[in-house]
């Protein structure tokens, strides 16, 4: 490959990462998508993702699916492991942190598409998974956002112990 995809890229391969334990999103990074004329998912699973109820201040755990069809911008992926890890000492509610990451994301990017499922572990016997999505105004994305949101949990899981 003749072109350098990393050359605006100050974290991947840094071996001097600062992390921040504070909500953060200047931390992300995007790179030009090289294949703008196809649709395709980018698919980031996210299993250790923790964040801490705003009330009890608590640890709250999930594992994040974040889901996206790029534009002209894609999230570079380590930029995206420290934006989430900023959440540790986060308060925020399940609900919130996940539409706040997915609204970081389309900020960030502009992607065609983006999704965004929340699995958090069960916590006074219940869990939350708050799901959300996007699609850009007035075009199919739009209209696959709105199928997507209205047949995302036909098939519940079978959970046995999250």
Known sequence: MSEDYTKDLSLL???????????????????????QGRDYFVKFNCPEFTTLCPITNQPD??????????????????????????????GGFHENSVNMIMDDLIELMDPKYIEIWGKFTPRGGISIDPFCNY??????YERMAEHRMMNHDMYPEHVVNR
């Open 13 to 35: 391969g840094s071996q001097e990462v600062k992390y921040d334990f504070d909500y953060n999103p200047d931390v992300l990074e995007t790179f030009e998508n090289k294949h």
């Open 61 to 90: 755990f999930a594992t994040l699916y974040i889901s996206y069809i790029p534009d002209i911008r894609m999230v570079e992926s380590k930029a995206l492991k420290l934006y989430l890890f900023s959440f540790r000492n986060h």
């Open 135 to 140: 699609g850009r105004a007035g075009t199919k």
